[in-house]
Nanobody
């Protein structure tokens, strides 16, 4: 059973940046296509960035050019680097398998709040 742990969220001003991290103690994330998702209250959880096992990435239009998903196999981690953050990026962020694959159980997520 893969246990996902997200971290790195916080309060940031518009235009700021954050790096989110996803780890899975005891599991090898390098074996999976992975994604970052976000959810705001009252809305569904959507995948905004995905990365394949061998590296190709894809992004939802609203984050393209501002967010970068990457993986570090040595650290068994998936990252989401976010720049030029906007208030509409405020959400709880989660990692999981890419949404074209069966999902793992969800972790607790990490809150990102963009506000002045």
């Amino acid at each position: 059973q893969v246990q996902l742990v997200e971290s790195g969220g916080g309060l940031v001003q518009p235009g700021g940046s954050l790096r989110l991290s996803c780890t899975a103690p005891g599991s090898d994330l390098s074996a999976y296509h992975m994604g970052w998702y976000r959810q705001v209250p009252g809305k569904q959880r959507d995948m905004i960035a995905g990365i394949s096992v061998v590296g190709p990435t894809r992004y939802e239009d609203s984050v393209k050019g501002r967010f970068t998903i990457s993986r570090d196999k040595a650290r068994n981690a998936i990252y989401l680097d976010m720049i030029n953050l906007k208030p509409e990026d405020t959400a709880v962020y989660y990692c999981n398998r890419r949404n074209d694959r069966p999902l793992f159980n969800w972790g607790q997520g990490t809150q990102v709040t963009v506000s002045s």
